[in-house]
């Protein structure tokens, strides 16, 4: 017997040995807004008291494999009281959800990110309410007694019938925008105002980084001057709490739109022409001259911003998931999908499922699934939520994903760290090289902190691309490949598989 045990103990130090012997890369993380977002609905994530619904000491303890992948802030969709499972519909903006956990399960998870150097960012509804908030009740009470009153000014009542109004009574409606159980706020109330800053600072006093602001052109509906003279308030009001906050605004728009709000000096909106099965990163996988078209992309997500952060995202909570959109079986180009989202400037969003090929159309409970975690034992995994139609997973949970050199979570990972090593991927001033004059591959230079970093990409599917690049003066490369086949470079010449980026540095 205690030889047996000497023996496990030996056995336990030699597969230390082994794990010693490739010490883990340490990454210093740039401290600013610039990050690999990792969007999660806490619900379907990570089931941490086995009750089947997901919740924030789930996500706690998915901080190792979260910071493993090269993510660096995290944005939790609602996780205030709502009646809803999705939770956009508020009834507390104060507390959390009893389903999610409690204020001291998010102080730890606040906590434990931080020691990351993992930020966090709530979802913030301000466009409306739940009709169930005590505010709406009390409005509605102060409205229909014909007095008016203080709560009454925070929503929009009226004796008219309008259109986008929901009624109260025969002669009593209130703007209900998205629907009836949603009323809009009055965002112009200046009590409100005072009581949207006791938000803010609750959460920042918190330790919270930022907001992701839900449905910023719903603010004064129809009226884009309005909405974004309210965000250059909340704006300020946020930074004179904490100088140094993140916003990310949903403003579901074309880039010209976008263009205008960013004029409010919310750090991002997310850039909706990018994304999804018919926007620009996957269309540069099927234009005929992908590269002058992707350079001009790359660009143009720098320009709309203005000097803030491009917020760069394939799919969402609400939009169909990118590997379906895709098309399911072709792998390779989820994978390039994301490598090409990789090398834009500004923040890259990943939808939580979407780093290991989740699909998900339809009904919005089915763009939400449990996360798959591991396909062998299921047993362990968030219920979907009620009215999911149809959960299918095409691919293998985490835990198989991991052990697997090919699989998409591991390119993610690659892409991450990358953007993570070179911080001037994803901050850097752009130089497109010019002199190859082709239209499958794509040199560029991007300066930032006195370091260039090169990210030269080959579009062709089937070719391996070569260029001469002696006039560069790089010493390292290192390769992003779909196929896992590492880029050869020698002498300056530079030899790069097909659906390959790869990045040149002189050094690290
Ligand atoms: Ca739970």
């Known amino acids: 017997m205690k030889r047996l045990t000497i023996l496990i103990i030996l056995l336990c130090i030699l597969s230390l040995c082994t794990s010693c012997s490739k010490p883990a890369e340490t990454v210093e993380i740039v401290d600013d807004n610039v990050r690999n977002v990792y969007e999660i609905f806490v619900g379907s994530f990570s089931d941490s008291d086995g009750d089947g619904m ?15 992948m090269g993510y660096t802030a995290i944005w939790l969709m609602p996780i205030h009281p709502s009646p809803s499972y999705h939770k956009y519909d508020v009834t507390d903006y104060y507390a959390v959800d ?9 102080e730890k998870l606040l906590e434990e990110a931080h020691e990351r150097d993992i930020q966090i ?63 809009d706020l009055n965002l112009n109330s200046v009590t409100l105002r005072k009581e949207i800053h006791n938000i803010l600072q609750f959460w920042l006093d918190k330790g919270v980084d930022g907001f992701r602001l839900d449905a910023v052109t719903s603010y004064y509906t129809g009226n884009n001057s309005s909405s974004i003279t309210f965000l250059n308030w909340l704006a300020n009001e946020a930074r004179s709490i904490k100088s140094d906050v993140y916003l990310v605004g949903e403003c579901w728009a074309n880039d010209s739109t976008i263009r205008q709000y960013y004029k409010s000096g919310i750090d991002s909106f997310f850039q909706f022409s ?45 939009t169909n998931r990118i590997a379906g959109a895709i098309g399911r079986t072709q792998i390779r180009k989820i994978k390039f999908a994301y490598g090409l989202a990789s090398v834009f400037n500004g923040s890259v969003y990943t939808y939580y499922g979407t780093e290991i090929g989740m ?53 993610h990972k ?28 794509l040199v560029l230079e991007k300066s930032w902190n006195e370091e260039t970093t090169a990210v030269v990409i080959n579009f062709d599917p089937e070719e391996t691309a070569t260029a001469d690049l002696s006039s560069l003066n790089y010493t390292k490369c290192e390769t992003l490949s779909v196929d896992q086949e590492a880029a050869v470079y020698k002498d300056g010449q530079l030899s790069l598989p097909p659906y390959s980026i790869a990045v040149l540095s002189n050094g690290k």
């Open 274 to 318: 990018l994304a999804q099965g018919d926007g620009v990163i996957a269309k540069t996988m099927n234009v005929s001259s992908p590269a002058p078209y992707f350079k001009r992309a790359l660009s143009a997500a720098v320009d709309l911003t203005e000097g803030h952060i491009p917020a760069v995202f394939l799919d969402n909570h609400d």
């Open 98 to 106: 009893s389903a999610y956990g409690t204020m001291e399960d998010l």
């Open 359 to 411: 699909v998900g159309s339809g009904r919005d409970e089915n763009k939400r699934i449990a996360m798959l975690w591991d396909s062998e034992d299921q047993s362990m995994l968030c219920r979907n939520p009620v009215n999911t139609d149809t959960a299918e997973y095409v691919y293998e949970g985490v835990k198989q994903q991991e052990k697997d050199a090919a699989s998409i979570l591991n390119y």
């Open 54 to 68: 997901g919740d924030l000491n789930g996500v706690t303890q998915k901080l190792d494999y979260i910071q493993e």
């Open 121 to 183: 960012y709530l979802d913030l509804v301000l466009n409306h309410t739940s009709n169930q908030h005590p505010w709406f009740q009390e409005a509605k009470k102060e409205f229909l007694s014909g007095e008016g009153g203080a709560y009454a000014d925070w929503y929009n009542f009226s004796h008219d019938a309008q259109n986008g109004y929901a009624k109260v009574t025969s002669n009593t409606y209130y703007e209900a925008r998205f629907v009836d159980s949603m009323p």
């Open 414 to 441: 690659a892409a991450n760290r990358l953007r993570n090593l070179y911080p001037a991927i994803a901050r850097g001033e752009m130089t497109f090289y010019n002199d190859l004059g082709s239209n499958t591959l």
